[in-house]
C-alpha cells in the first residue's frame, strides 16, 4: 500500500506538477484508501507449521505500522466511541462501532476463502488464531476452558454432553483445575505443594530455561542420555498439565510460547528413548491438548510421534529403544540381553498412540501397538510369566528375568489402563491383564516374616527378595484393577493393594530422611531397606506417592494423605535447594549429599499426585481420566467429552 501511493507522487513529480505538502500527503491517502492489500501465507507444510506462520505473519504486520494493523486499534482517550463514528488514522479509515470497515471485511473473507480451498485444511480443525491462555483466577479458567470447546469441534459417540452444532455443554465438562477439598487442612497442604511447584518452575525458568532439566544446587542446565544432546525442554512439557491444573496460567503460557516457538524435532541430531520421548514429550503434549483443547499441543505431538516411527521399523514390529531422529537409524541398548528390546519400553506406548490415532485421524499408530500386543500375545511364556527382553527381528523372549520394577513395570499398568481408556471396549486388554496379574499373584507377590507384602523378582526360576522403588506404583495398579474389574477377586487385590502401598511406606518410615531407597530387600534379619550403596539414592521418584493417591480416592483412609503429607515435608527439609528440588545420594544420611538433578518427571507425577491427594475428588476424576505412566492425563473413551476424536477417526472398538 505504502509503496504504491509513493510510486503516484514520485511520478507526478516528474511530470512537473507542484504540489503542496498538504496536497501530496492528500494524493497517498486517496491512492491507498479502500485498496487494503493483506499478503497471507501460502500455508505449505504440516498443521502446527500453519498455524504458527499465519501468527507469526499477523505478528510482523502489527509491528510494520498503524496502516497494516488488523484488526482496527482501539479509540485513543476522548475520540468518539458511540453513533457509529468512523475515526481517521494516518490514511486508513477503521471502523470503531456500528460500521462495517473494508479491510476487515475484505481480508477476512480473503482468508477464509485460501482456508476453504486448501484441500487438506478443509477436513482439519483449526482455529482462527493460536489461542494464549492469560487468566489466574480458576472461575475463569474454567471459562476458558468452554470458550475453548466452542471453538474445537469434537466427535463423542451419541453427542452426549454436546448441543446440536457438536459444541461441548459447559453443564458437561469435567473439572480439570479448582476441585477444592472441603477440609481447611487439605487446602492449606495443596497450596503448599503448589508454592513447591511455583520454587520449582522458577528455579528452572531462571536458569535452565530451554534445557531438559535443572541442576538446582550449581543452577545450570542438565541434560541426561535419555533426551539425546541436545535441549529440547523437557521439563517445559513434563509440566504443563500440572501448571495448567493448578491454575497457574502465567506459567503455562510461558511453557506454551517455548512449544510454539522452539519445540521442534527437525533440529535433533542425536539418539533418544522411544519410551522416555512417547511418555514425555508425547504424552504430555497430548494431556494439554486434551485439557485445553488447543491443536498446537496436538499437532506437536503428532509431530513427534511421527519422528519415533521409523524404530518400528523391524521384522515383528517391537521397537527398538533408541533412533536418531535426523536420519531414522534406530538401535537397541547392547547391554539389553543381547541387544533385545525391554518390555516395559516397547509395552508402554499403547494409551498415547491410540489417543493421537484417534484425535488425527491417522490410524498408523493404532496399528503399530497392536501388532506389538499381537506379537507379545502369541509368544511363550516361561511359566506364565512375561520376561523382560524380547528379540525385536524373531519375537523370542530373552533372559528369562521378570520383574514388576525396573525393566517390566508400566507393560503391566498399560494393559489394565488400556482396557480403561477404551470405555470397557478393548477386552483384549482386560483378559491379558487378568491372566498376567493372576500369575503374579500366584508367583510373586510375599510375604515377610512380619506381615510386609512385597513383590520378588523372578531369576532364571529362582525369586530374588528385592522390591524397586519403581514397583511401588504396583499398590495403585492392583487398587486400580480391582476397582474397574469387579470380579471375585476384587476382594483380594484390594488387601494386596493396602499391603504394597504400606511395604513403601515403610520403606520411607524406616530411613533417617523420610525418604524410600531406590531397592529395598527383604532377608531374614532385613525388611524394607536397601543393602546395596547403589540402592539408597532417591531421586524424587513418585511411585509410592502414586499408590497413595490411588487409595485414598477408593478408601477414603486419612493414612493416606498423612503420608503424604510426610513426604511433602521430607521433599522441603532433605531435597529442597536455593533454585529447586534435588535428589539425594543416601536416605540413610542425617544429613545427605544433593545429586543436583531437578527431575523433569519432578512436575509431571510427583508434584501432581501430591497436589491432587489434596484436592476434591471431582479434579480429574478416575471416572473420566487414565493417567500414562508419566501421570499425564488422557481422557476415557466414551465418558469424557474432552477425548475429542476425529471426525474421519474409526475406531475398532
Known sequence: MRKRAFEIVRSEIRRGQEKSESERRDAEEEAGE????????????????????VYKVYKQMQKAGPELI???????????????????????????????????????????????????MRHLRVIEKPVVLTLSSTSTAKAV???????????????????????????????????EDPDPVARQRRDKVKEMVLHAWRGYKTYAWGKNELRPVSKRGH????????????????????????????????????????????????????????IRFVG?????????????????????????????????????????????????????????????????LHLEFVYLSDISGDPVFKEKVMRIRDVIKK????????????????????????????????????????????????????????????????????????????????KFNRLEHKMDHLACFSGGMYALGAKRLENEITGTHMEIAEGLAHTCHESYSRTPTGLGPESFRF?????????????????????????????????KDPKYREWAWGAVLALEKHCRAEAGYSGIQNVYMETPQKDDVQQSFIFAETFKYL??????????????WVFNTEAHPLPILGSNPFYRKAQDSESQW
Not at 479502500?34 to 506462520?53: A, K, M, N, Q
Request: net charge negative; no cysteine.
Open 223 to 278: 541434560t541426561a542420555g535419555i533426551f539425546g544432546r541436545q535441549d529440547m525442554g523437557a521439563t517445559i512439557v513434563d509440566a504443563l498439565d500440572t501448571l495448567y491444573i493448578m491454575g497457574l496460567m502465567e506459567e503455562f503460557n510461558e511453557g506454551r510460547a517455548w512449544v510454539q516457538y522452539h519445540l521442534d524435532f527437525n533440529q535433533l541430531r542425536s539418539e533418544m528413548s522411544v519410551f522416555e520421548t512417547n
Open 284 to 348: 504430555g503434549l497430548l494431556s494439554a491438548f486434551s485439557l485445553t483443547g488447543d491443536p498446537l499441543f496436538r499437532d506437536r505431538a503428532l509431530h513427534i510421534a511421527r519422528k519415533l516411527l521409523p524404530a518400528f521399523d523391524t521384522p515383528t514390529g517391537i521397537p527398538y529403544a533408541l533412533i536418531n531422529v535426523a536420519n531414522g537409524i534406530a538401535k537397541n541398548y547392547a547391554w539389553a540381553s543381547g541387544g533385545s528390546s525391554i518390555l516395559s519400553e516397547f509395552g508402554t
Open 70 to 120: 488488523l484488526p482496527p486499534p482501539p479509540p485513543q482517550s476522548g475520540e468518539e466511541e458511540g453513533g457509529g463514528a468512523i475515526r481517521k488514522h494516518e490514511g486508513v479509515y477503521h471502523n470503531v462501532v456500528g460500521h462495517n470497515d473494508i479491510h476487515l471485511a475484505d481480508d477476512k473473507q480473503r482468508l477464509l476463502d485460501k482456508i476453504n480451498n486448501d484441500e487438506e
Open 379 to 458: 509368544a511363550e511364556r516361561p511359566d506364565g510369566l512375561y520376561p523382560n527382553y524380547m528379540n525385536p527381528k524373531t519375537g523370542k523372549w530373552g533372559q528369562r528375568h521378570t520383574s514388576i520394577g525396573a525393566l517390566g513395570d508400566s507393560f503391566y499398568e498399560y494393559l489394565i489402563k488400556a482396557y480403561i481408556q477404551s470405555g470397557g471396549k478393548d477386552t483384549e486388554a482386560r483378559e491379558m491383564y487378568e491372566e498376567a496379574i493372576g500369575v503374579i499373584t500366584n508367583r510373586l507377590v510375599m510375604k515377610s516374616h512380619t506381615g510386609l507384602t512385597y513383590l520378588a523378582e523372578s
Open 611 to 624: 497436589y491432587l491427594i489434596f484436592s476434591d475428588d471431582s479434579l480429574l476424576s478416575l471416572d473420566e
Open 34 to 53: 479502500g485498496r487494503p492489500i493483506f499478503f497471507l501465507p501460502e500455508l505449505r507444510g504440516g498443521l502446527s507449521t500453519r498455524v504458527d506462520h
Open 523 to 555: 532377608t531374614e534379619g532385613i525388611e524394607a531397606r536397601a543393602l546395596k550403596s547403589s540402592e539408597k539414592y532417591y531421586i524424587l521418584r513418585p511411585e509410592a506417592i502414586e499408590s497413595w493417591f490411588y487409595m485414598w480416592r477408593f478408601t
Open 145 to 179: 476452558v468452554a470458550q475453548l470447546d466452542e471453538n474445537v469441534r469434537v466427535e463423542q459417540g451419541g453427542g452426549a454432553g454436546q448441543d446440536r452444532h457438536g459444541r461441548l455443554e459447559k453443564s458437561h465438562l469435567p473439572v480439570v483445575q479448582a476441585g
